[in-house]
């Protein structure tokens, strides 16, 4: 089932792989369990996303990666945060009713603005009937209580996102077996813990190789490096600055396996838009993506996380299906302009300097 390649082999505690590259978990569609399925078989380790999903749509994905492969893979736990609805109801209520000329253009309402708790008990009693080799936590301190269930119910490692030395620091205190530095370059939403509304990025804006030099001065603990990988020169540099893996998300955008939209495709391969934003546009959060009009007009919405993003969900959906990439969150790394098309296994071979089988 699974097509190894060859390479001088990664390994995380118990968890072994060929080739130094890790799929980042893409939340909403672009990560599917076949691409999950095809970075393993490729020798690199996958990432299933369950953010947003319910433990009952997270459970036959789990399914379906593990009918495709036999390698071990991971899944990532978006961790929820405290409820700001309350206390920004005005501001959200604002940028609802400014969003309602995108929807009345696109044929549909404003979503409802809500918050969820990302259903974290139900999906780690999903996870420990899979038992993936690995969890990764994104957005929050995961705590020793949870780091400690993920152990001994699930028996999988925990890998944690931190985007500072300060959170390595507070996720090491907290038991993590790795961390997931993820450095300002990085496409999609920013892993920092504490969204600061006054700092357009949300938090410290440090680069990737800078994070993993930073946090290897002062722990042994493996690092995967996350953020602006395009190349393998990217790679070997982040390799070369003490990472032990490199997390690979925008690079797989338009692989074969990834359940990317077309007109996302389209916009990322065409080089339609020049750059990328930070932007709260889409979510409440601060996410780096293609600079289209709506990530750069909404650049200011409110820190109000999930809410905005069950807000504009309805829209999305409706510029998806219209392919208006004007309004679409198009989700992409420093490293988007290097994009390649073809199966997973020939991106990961291209941006590991192998010939690929």
């Not at 970075?39 to 996303?49: C, K």
């Not at 995961?142 to 001994?152: C, K």
């Amino acid at each position: 089932m699974s097509e190894s390649k060859g390479g001088a082999g990664v390994r995380v505690g118990p968890i072994e792989w060929d080739v130094p590259i890790v799929g980042a978990p893409m939340a909403g569609g672009p990560t599917t369990p076949a691409l999950v399925a095809a970075v393993g078989n490729a020798g690199g380790l996958g990432t299933l996303a369950a953010g947003y999903l319910t433990a009952e749509q997270l459970a036959p994905l789990l399914v379906e990666v593990e009918s495709l492969t036999d390698r071990p893979y991971g899944v990532n736990l978006f961790l929820p945060g405290s409820d700001v609805g309350e206390r920004l109801a005005e501001e959200i209520d604002e940028y609802r009713t400014r969003l309602r000329i995108d929807a009345d253009t696109l044929g549909v309402e404003v979503g409802e603005p809500m918050f969820f708790d990302e259903d974290i008990d139900a999906k780690i009693a999903v996870l420990a009937r899979h038992r993936p080799a690995f969890v990764s936590t994104t957005f929050a301190d995961p705590g020793r209580l949870l780091v400690d269930r993920i152990h001994s119910e699930v028996g999988a490692l925990v890998f944690v996102t931190v985007t500072s030395p300060e959170e390595a620091a507070a996720a090491l205190a907290s038991g993590a077996d790795a961390l997931i530095a993820q450095g300002v370059e990085a496409g999609g939403h920013r892993g920092i813990w504490h969204d600061d509304p006054d700092n357009s990025l949300g938090g410290p804006g440090i680069s990737t190789v800078g994070l993993v030099r930073k946090i290897g001065k002062s722990t042994d603990v493996p690092i995967i490096a996350a953020g602006g990988v395009g190349v393998a020169d990217d790679v070997r540099a982040l390799l070369d600055a003490g990472a032990t893996a490199v997390a690979v998300g925008t690079a797989l955008l338009c692989a074969d396996e990834a359940g990317t939209s077309e007109a996302y495709r389209n916009a990322v391969w065409s080089w339609e838009y020049r750059g990328t934003v930070v932007t709260r546009a889409f979510s409440g959060r601060p996410a780096r993506a293609l600079a289209n009009r709506f990530a750069t007009m909404n650049v200011d919405a409110p820190a109000a996380y999930p809410h905005v993003h069950y807000m504009t969900t309805p829209i999305r959906a409706a510029a998806t299906a219209a392919a208006n990439t004007q309004t679409l969150n198009l989700w992409a790394g420093d490293g988007w302009d290097a994009v390649q098309k073809g199966s997973a296994a020939q991106i990961i071979a291209t941006l590991t300097g192998q010939s690929p089988g």
